[in-house]
């Protein structure tokens, strides 16, 4: 009887770890992995290295809080365009996904409060809320300002979970606030069946396909220029952020010439995860020019 009630309560476990992995599985490498590297970036130049452990639990919860608002805004696009996420394919009601958002939303502002980050992890929190609940996705204007935004304090609570935010961390994470804000139209280039059969007013669907794709190729290829006179004004390591740059160099230019010369949703997938591997990079690369 003993063994039957453990192995009972390990496979509710199993089960809710492979659920969590199915809520997360697109957007885990860019919701979690970019605003760590930023953590481990400053710890690293800060020597207090012992506080990277503590970011993780921080920015699974920052993510599972968003995807799961946001699949409960968006189940119907996701018919469209993500038919294999958990809501449509029926693993989960919309009663029980609810109940799984409360209590995350209600770990991670305990958790932030108790790192130190409370005001990031509200400010999160109410983004999220705006985002999804409240349907500011669904115009192009509110969505891309909403990223933004989101992108400022993912990494400003990225940088005080090590120490408090100074002047290089404000130009850092503004930085990449107004990037997100600008560029993030790439991302509704891939979805545009499924937003336009719900309705959303994203920028591809109000300014157009072809002249969203020359404004993101032409943002893309100044955005090399910007971070040089910004992020790596005064770098501590200046033959490092030169190699740096290079690489993000080159992923920029593939980004500007695939968005308007490969057009297919598929194709738009994989150069939005290109700006992915420009954002991850740069953070990656942060302990050497911090």
Not at 243 to 264: D, N
Request: with cysteine.
């Amino acid at each position: 009887m003993v063994v039957t009630e453990r192995a009972g309560v390990s496979g509710r476990i199993g089960g809710e770890i492979r659920l969590t992995g199915r809520f997360l599985r697109y957007d885990l490498f860019t919701g979690v992995v970019p605003p760590l590297c930023m953590t481990i970036g400053v710890a690293v130049s800060s020597g207090r290295t012992e506080r990277i452990v503590l970011a993780v639990p921080y920015f699974l919860l920052y993510l599972y809080g968003f995807v799961v608002g946001n699949q409960l805004a968006g189940e119907a696009e996701d018919r469209i365009n993500k038919p294999d996420r958990p809501l449509v394919r029926g693993l989960v009601s919309r009663r029980g996904a609810w109940i799984r958002l409360i209590v995350a939303e209600s770990a991670f502002l305990a958790y932030g409060l108790w790192l130190g980050v409370g005001v990031w992890a509200a400010t999160w929190v109410a983004v999220t809320l705006l985002h999804n609940q409240f349907h500011w996705a669904w115009h192009w204007c509110g969505k891309d300002l909403i990223m933004g935004i989101g992108t400022f304090v993912q990494l400003a609570a990225a940088w005080e979970i090590v120490r408090p935010l100074n002047e290089t961390g404000w130009l850092w994470c503004t930085t990449f606030g107004l990037v997100m804000t600008v560029l993030v139209p790439l991302q509704d280039l891939r979805d545009q069946p499924g937003d336009a059969a719900v309705g959303r007013r994203t920028f591809p669907l109000v300014f157009g396909d072809r002249a969203t794709r020359w404004f993101v190729a032409v943002g893309f290829s100044l955005l090399p220029a910007a971070t040089a006179v910004t992020i790596y004004r005064e770098s501590a390591h200046p033959v490092a952020g030169l190699g740096i740059q290079a690489v993000a160099l080159a992923i920029c230019g593939a980004i500007a010439v695939r968005v308007v010369t490969l057009r297919r949703s598929r194709q738009d997938h994989l150069t939005y995860r290109m700006f992915g591997y420009w954002y991850t990079w740069t953070l990656a690369c942060s302990f050497l020019v911090l």
